[in-house]
């Protein structure tokens, strides 16, 4: 079936190092999400890639939505502590009614 | 601001109970949405509405229903609690259907069923 894959499952790094997580699709996306949950919080929207090739930056983060419309990656440069929680993306597969998969998420620790 | 409210942040049941999780949002969106988030699964969708009195399956909706009578109320409905339904219950509401546009999730359920 239709799966969104991201990796790494976890990610620690030190404070001040960049991170990365990716999300591949099995599937052609027409766009994808990105979401943020705190520990103990609950999700909370980015940002949304729609065209193909597509960066967005949100001060220290960058977006990339692939040429393919099948992969996408959220980079952080120079981590800092409120950065930690679950980055997940989520894919939009352009169906009818536009169904969404969430991808596991990637658990970002930070190391003083 | 956006608000979406779940009417408890903890439930505690015993297997065969009838769990009722209420959702409200009140931006007067269209669209919500139940996901259940367990370790190491991410979020997983049981149901969505896209409005009054409709409801469309998700990826597991099996052992669950919804009901939604009004536009700002979305329930999820355990009809006969099992152990395996243990685990964290997130509401969402987007204006638009999920292609279109964000989603806003509220606090969470972490129903446990003994």
């Known amino acids: 079936g239709q799966q969104v894959m991201q990796i790494p499952q976890y990610q620690h790094v030190q404070e001040g190092e960049d991170f990365t997580t990716y999300c591949n699709s099995s599937?052609?996306?027409?766009?994808i999400q990105w979401y943020k949950q705190r520990p103990g919080g609950h999700p909370v929207f980015l940002i949304q890639?729609?065209?193909?090739?597509e960066v967005k930056k949100q001060k220290r983060l960058t977006f990339q939505f692939g040429e393919a419309k099948k992969n996408s990656s959220l980079h952080i440069t120079a981590t800092q502590t409120t950065d930690v929680g679950t980055y997940f993306c989520?894919?939009?597969?352009?169906?009818?009614?536009?169904?969404?998969?969430f991808g596991k998420g990637t658990r970002l620790h930070i190391l003083p | 601001d956006v608000k979406v409210t779940q009417s408890s942040r903890y439930l505690v049941k015993r297997t065969g109970e009838k769990v009722f999780l209420e959702c409200v949002q009140d931006?007067?969106?269209?669209?919500m949405f139940w996901y259940r988030q367990d370790p190491g699964l991410g979020l997983r969708l049981i149901y969505f509405s896209y409005d009054v009195k409709m409801k469309e399956k998700g990826d597991i909706p099996e052992g669950y229903s919804v009901s939604r009578e009004k536009k700002e109320r979305f329930s999820l409905i355990l009809e006969s609690a099992s152990t395996n339904q243990t685990s964290m219950y997130l509401c969402?509401?987007?204006?638009?259907?999920?292609?279109?546009?964000?989603?806003?999730f509220g606090p969470g359920t972490r129903l446990t069923v003994l």
């Open positions: 931006m007067d969106h269209e669209n």
């Open positions: 989520a894919g939009i597969i352009p169906v009818r009614d536009d169904k969404i998969i």
């Open positions: 969402a509401s987007s204006f638009a259907l999920a292609g279109e546009g964000e989603q806003f």
């Open positions: 890639l729609v065209k193909s090739g």
């Open positions: 599937t052609t996306l027409s766009n």
